[in-house]
């Protein structure tokens, strides 16, 4: 079974501040994701990565397939990013495997 | 039509009742999947649908019923709960069964078993 591992479990920092969370998986993947979960809300897939980089908007998500991490950066931050970012790796007919996720909080 | 739609949002049942959990998606996606979220806890697998065929029951108990009806829906029935299982359950579909594709989730619905 996959261990997908993220850090740092929680992040406070100033709006406007660079922000980079971690994600390292054990096994090699087909597709790692992004998600993101606001407090008592539902899940919002921010990116799906099989290999490289994609961007959208002040979202970057990179993976190191050979190294099996993955990094996810917010640029320019802003308190309305504060919100849970979970990594999972798998799909499909498999489900996902999750990280514990970070706790992200952007202070004005 | 990018929606996957979960009712009830909220669902407060006491351990003898029978309820139901409904999800549906208009995506033509292929998967579902059922997911229990505790607080401050990432989701935890408990059910795969593949083309409308149960693919994956991770060891959840008999008293949480998966029902698949067609392509579209996707049901949890409820039957004998514990106040253990309150929870968020969240639902979520993609397009392939085999590879996956991008997960859209449900904004789940959040259950309290008296």
């Known amino acids: 079974k996959n261990e997908v591992e993220q850090s740092p479990q929680n992040l406070t920092a100033q709006e406007g501040e660079f922000i980079t969370i971690n994600c390292s998986y054990s096994?090699?993947?087909?597709?790692l994701h992004w998600l993101q979960q606001h407090p008592g809300g539902g899940i919002v897939s921010l990116f799906m990565?099989?290999?490289g980089k994609k961007k959208h908007g002040r979202l970057i998500a990179t993976i190191n397939i050979q190294e099996k991490h993955s990094s996810l950066h917010i640029t320019a931050s802003h308190p309305r990013d504060s919100a849970v970012y979970i990594c999972a790796v798998g799909g499909g007919a498999d489900g996902l495997t999750f990280g514990k996720g970070t706790h992200l909080i952007i202070q004005p | 039509d990018t929606e996957v739609t979960q009712t009830p949002k909220h669902l407060v049942m006491g351990m003898t009742n029978k309820k139901s959990l409904k999800c549906e998606q208009h995506?033509?996606?292929?998967?579902m999947y059922w997911y229990k979220q505790k607080a401050k806890k990432p989701p935890e697998l408990m059910f795969v649908y593949s083309y409308e065929k149960l693919s994956i029951n991770e060891s959840v108990p008999s008293r949480f019923s998966p029902e698949c009806p067609n392509s579209s829906l996707l049901n949890l029935h409820l039957h004998a709960l514990q106040p253990e299982d309150s929870a968020l359950y969240l639902c979520?579909?993609?397009?392939?069964?085999?590879?996956?594709?991008?997960?859209?989730f449900g904004e789940g619905s959040r259950l309290t078993v008296l």
């Open positions: 096994v090699g993947i087909s597709a």
């Open positions: 990565l099989s290999s």
């Open positions: 995506m033509g996606h292929r998967a």
């Open positions: 979520a579909s993609s397009q392939g069964a085999g590879g996956g594709g991008e997960l859209f």
